[in-house]
């Protein structure tokens, strides 16, 4: 669909929705747009988010994900923009009380995409997954910096990130952190990330 200003996809209250909701997000060009994506799921829903890039675009995007209590949510942020797309995304989710949060990134095409998944747990109980994957051909810049708040008790988060270059100027950027603050006691947190570089040059 074409850019908008505003896009909602909410999940109600205590819905298991059934195969994926796709948000298909297609540019036609290179003149600079911006957009904001809200995902909410509602309190003991479930359901799987995509949002799939393609197209030529220079695109600010800001998504803005809301986890209910005791929902399972997964969104997957697929880029595979043409070859000169350029592509900047802050995704932010809240997780409430006993929620569960799954973040996928897959980054294929585009010129430069920069994908900034972070999360906050609200309540105690939370459990969030973040993972990626990245492939880098000649000349592609390809970045993703993962951040978690552990701002609360007893909530657990992975991340792990795995990726391949090749090609000269193929660049790829991984940044992980994690901020545990004062009152996040029993906080269980993990991340990694691995990379491949197939060829001189990258």
């Known amino acids: 669909e074409a850019f908008t ?5 909410s999940i109600p209250k205590d819905l298991q929705a059934e195969g994926t909701v796709t948000l298909s997000i297609t540019g036609a060009g290179t003149e600079p ?14 359901a799987v988010v995509v949002l799939d890039h393609k197209g030529s675009a220079t695109l600010s995007q800001n998504v803005e994900i809301i986890v209910g209590d005791g929902a399972e949510l997964t969104v997957i942020s697929v880029q595979d923009w043409d070859d ?13 009380r006993d929620a569960r949060f799954k973040h996928v990134v897959v980054s294929l095409g585009g010129d430069l995409v920069r994908v900034t998944p972070s999360s906050k747990f609200t309540a105690t109980g939370g459990d969030v997954q973040m993972f990626g994957l ?13 951040f978690v708040d552990h701002a ?24 992980g952190d994690v ?23 990258a």
Not at 5 to 9: G, H, I, P, Q, Y
Not at 134 to 146: P, S, T, V, W
Not at 179 to 201: C, F, H, M, P, W
């Open 5 to 9: 200003e505003a896009t909602l996809v």
């Open 33 to 46: 747009a911006a957009q904001h994506v809200v995902i909410e799921a509602g309190a003991f829903s479930k």
């Open 84 to 96: 000169d797309a350029v592509h900047a995304s802050a995704q932010y989710a809240k997780v409430g």
């Open 134 to 146: 990245y492939y880098a051909d000649a000349g592609q810049h390809l970045e993703q910096r993962l």
């Open 152 to 175: 609360v008790a007893n909530c657990k988060s992975r991340g792990m990130d795995k990726g391949a270059l090749q090609g000269k100027d193929a660049h790829t950027v991984w940044v």
């Open 179 to 201: 901020l545990i603050q004062k009152a996040a006691v029993g906080t269980d947190s993990y991340e990694a990330n691995r990379n491949l570089v197939l060829t001189d040059g």
